[in-house]
């Protein structure tokens, strides 16, 4: 889901770097699952990652991207409870 929905790098569809994103999604499933993280605070983690750690300046479209996918995640939240 980060590669398909948030990619703030642009790599989706390019074969090599396709585990480019594995560490935050790791990162982001155990905030969602093991920490019962809000929304905003998947968000914020996705936002900083982009931000901070990425170096991307984008910030209207790094904050909506991620405000988006942390809302999916959390609308998932039971279906991977169940798995």
């Known amino acids: 889901m980060l590669l398909r929905d948030w990619d703030p790098i642009g790599i989706y569809g390019i074969l090599e770097p396709a585990d480019e ?4 999604a790791n990162k982001a499933y155990v905030m969602l699952m093991d920490e019962g993280a809000t929304a905003s605070e998947i968000a914020g983690y996705l ?13 209207g479209r790094l904050a909506e991207r991620s405000d ?13 409870s169940t798995h």
């Not at 994103?21 to 935050?24: E, I, K, L, P, R």
């Open 21 to 24: 994103y594995d560490a935050y």
């Open 47 to 59: 936002f900083t990652v982009a931000n901070e750690h990425m170096g991307l300046t984008d910030r």
């Open 68 to 80: 988006q996918l942390a809302k999916l995640l959390v609308s998932l939240r039971p279906e991977f």
